[in-house]
């Protein structure tokens, strides 16, 4: 215990059968929800068995995990309230964005079993809230993925260029991949005429918007319930835009013709002051720091 007391300063603050396919006739209509199909698993899903029928459906999608203590889409808690106040209470729930129409996938008790459903949602429709930091939180369950290395060190258990820092002040998220190319500035950018310009800033925003992605998946959907957002509200225009960088910063950025040291792609202050701050240096390191203040 002793070597979680750290952690807990900051964070107190802070046999298969398929039963059916993809939406047909045989779909049932639930309001704007249809049950998508089923897997069923008659002694439990064993091994990788569960992630294997997760990617078999959501394709080269990522599956992100549903937080009990996160915002709850209205039509996501129409699904999920009536099991959740059942004795067959779901062990897990995940959605996929990537596709027309989101999917939820819920595992369920089955007799000696498991069986998986998957529910095609007409949209994740909760409203945009003020990003807030959860303030009861168990190191073991946030940091489920993580081995604790030091007191105040974590690396991910399947990636070791993964890690975290957690002082009394912040936690330190770091992604280091080094590019062989790294992102080209360039000096006459100024010179340049406005349709080019334009073009410039594009390139970098879509880069850019891609290196957000990939700290989502690196620092946010890693962990578990450090916020409110779910993890798809972070891919939201509705909900990340006032916090994103904007082609104007990009363009100014640009227009100096040398490489900033980073580039800070996220900024947001939480509900209780705290700072978020996500940054890449456009060559494979990425970062977000958590600053309470």
């Known amino acids: 215990m002793r070597k979680f007391l750290a952690v807990c300063a900051l964070l107190s603050v802070f046999s298969t059968s398929v039963l059916a396919a993809p939406a047909s006739s045989k779909a049932k209509p639930a309001g704007s929800t249809k049950i998508y199909g089923a897997v069923e698993a008659k002694e439990g899903f064993l091994g990788g068995r569960l992630f294997d029928v997760l990617d078999s459906v959501?394709?080269?999608?990522?599956?992100?995990?549903?937080?009990?203590?996160?915002?709850r889409d209205p039509s996501v808690a129409k699904i999920l309230d009536p099991l959740l106040n059942s004795s067959n209470k779901p062990k897990m729930i995940w959605a996929i964005t990537e596709r027309?129409?989101?999917?939820l996938s819920v595992l369920l008790p089955k007799g000696s079993g498991e069986v998986i459903v998957f529910y095609e949602l007409g949209a994740?429709?909760?409203?945009?809230?003020?990003?807030?930091?959860?303030?009861?939180l168990t190191p073991d369950v946030v940091f489920r993925d993580y081995k604790q290395i030091s007191e105040k060190e974590f690396v991910h258990l399947d990636r070791s260029n993964l890690k975290i820092t957690v002082t009394d002040k912040r936690i330190h998220f770091t992604y280091d991949n080094p590019d062989k190319t790294p992102l080209r500035y360039d000096p006459d950018f100024a010179t340049k005429t406005l349709v080019d310009k334009h073009a410039e800033v594009n390139d970098y925003l879509g880069f850019l918007k891609y290196e957000y992605s990939m700290m989502l998946r690196a620092f946010v959907q890693s962990t578990r319930g450090i916020f409110n957002w779910q993890p798809w509200h972070w891919y939201m225009e509705k909900w990340n835009s006032k916090y994103m960088i904007s082609p104007k910063d990009i363009e100014m950025i640009l227009a100096k013709g040398v490489r900033p040291d980073y580039i800070t792609v996220f900024k947001a202050k939480a509900a209780g002051g705290e700072?978020?701050?996500?940054?890449?240096?456009?060559?494979?390191f990425l970062?977000?720091?958590?600053?309470r203040p």
Do not use: C, F, S, Y
């Open 287 to 291: 970062e977000m720091v958590i600053t």
């Open 275 to 284: 700072m978020i701050e996500m940054r890449t240096t456009g060559n494979g």
């Open 124 to 136: 994740l429709d909760a409203k945009p809230v003020q990003l807030k930091l959860n303030k009861v």
């Open 58 to 71: 959501g394709g080269t999608g990522t599956w992100m995990e549903w937080d009990v203590n996160g915002v």
């Open 100 to 103: 027309e129409k989101p999917l």
